[in-house]
């Protein structure tokens, strides 16, 4: 069990900004994501895509604005905690909130926050899973989502489900030579048109010219096991054909879609899916509860990212009152405050 001052739940960029002004108000955070990665929608959507309204900064990208976020709270080391799922969210009789994450169908990780910000956005990102019957038992194992930095298909017949840009990407890096090579790579889509960027598509193509790369069109249809492994897919084409393709890894780039997931059950007032809170503080129904970003709803609600960011300085400033309520309430300014610019690390430590 991991104890906390603050549990964020998204690291997306107003959960990573919520992080900055908690930790201007001396609270350590710890972070909950669902993805592999920080970012949020941002990273998992449209990293390469221009924003141009966040303050003071005319263009970046979603990849862009999450290092720069990240820069910014590198000084408060946050623990970060990705690729596992808040499951369930109880109070205790201290007053603290007890946090299940699933991480895999078997693994389970639990922190003890004294206040919680929920930053999950339109809910968490969860990919598009293959249902096929029995294949679910393989993930993990053989069955993944999302490209492993690992070399988890290094010597292996891969099978890659998808058409777009990260089926494509994955293609090409499993192709080439490396210690993650793959013994063999075979894409699979339900048509021979593929959607990725003009140069990722030119070294695809060039990958399949020279046999490190195939291309099915049809559909999985069922598995072949052996005792507990899985062997092969059987595969529908578009002219009604079947066939059948072996395999040691199956990697499925179907996309991701929002799901709000287990919030629902967490006891909390909501209002057409989304949380209801205070704008005075953004705390929910539940004391010690705090929520931001586009999982929130209230009257003039806009769904911006600047938006997002008011609503985690307001909430930072609730949780501190709850955490040390002896604090003096001055507003502080990292202009002038010494107390501020040494948690940023640009003044030592007394």
């Not at 993930?139 to 089926?167: M, N, T, W």
């Amino acid at each position: 069990m991991i104890e906390t001052d603050a549990l964020v739940i998204g690291a997306g960029p107003v959960g990573l900004f919520a992080v900055f002004e908690l930790g201007l108000q001396g609270i350590a955070a710890q972070v909950v994501d669902v993805l592999d990665e920080p970012g949020g929608q941002c990273a998992a959507l449209y990293p390469d895509k221009p924003i141009y309204d966040i303050p003071g900064v005319p263009l970046c990208t979603g990849r862009e604005l999450t290092r720069n976020l990240l820069l910014q709270i590198a000084p408060f080391s946050a623990g970060f905690h990705f690729s596992q799922q808040v499951e369930a969210l109880a109070r205790q009789p201290d007053g603290r909130w007890l946090a299940t994450t699933r991480i895999h169908p078997h693994t389970q990780q639990q922190f003890l926050a004294r206040t919680v910000v929920i930053a999950a956005g339109v809910g968490a990102f969860v990919p598009k899973e293959l249902k096929v019957e029995g294949l679910a038992a393989f993930q993990g194992s053989q069955l993944f989502y999302r490209l492993k930095p690992d070399d988890v298909f290094a010597g292996k017949h891969v099978l890659i489900v998808g058409g777009e840009d990260a089926a494509v990407h994955s293609a090409i890096a499993l192709a080439q030579a490396g210690a993650a090579q793959a013994l063999s790579v075979t894409v699979l889509h339900r048509r021979d048109v593929l959607q990725a960027p003009p140069e990722e598509l030119a070294k695809f193509a060039a990958l399949r010219s020279a046999g490190r790369i195939s291309f099915v069109a049809g559909q999985v249809s069922s598995i072949q096991t052996s005792g507990e492994r899985l062997t092969g897919v059987a595969i529908s084409t578009p002219d009604d054909q079947s066939l059948t393709l072996a395999l040691g890894g199956l990697l499925v780039c179907q996309g991701i879609s929002p799901k709000l997931g287990p919030i629902a059950d967490w006891g909390l007032a909501m209002e057409r899916k989304q949380l209801v809170v205070d704008t005075a503080s953004f705390a929910t129904s539940a004391p010690g509860i705090f929520a931001v970003g586009d999982v929130i709803a209230y009257p003039g609600k806009k769904k911006l990212i600047v938006s997002g960011f008011h609503e985690a300085t307001l909430a930072a400033f609730a949780a501190a009152a709850l955490i040390h309520p002896e604090a003096s309430n001055v507003l502080q300014y990292t202009t002038s405050s010494a107390v501020l610019q040494q948690r940023l690390g640009v003044l030592p430590q007394p």
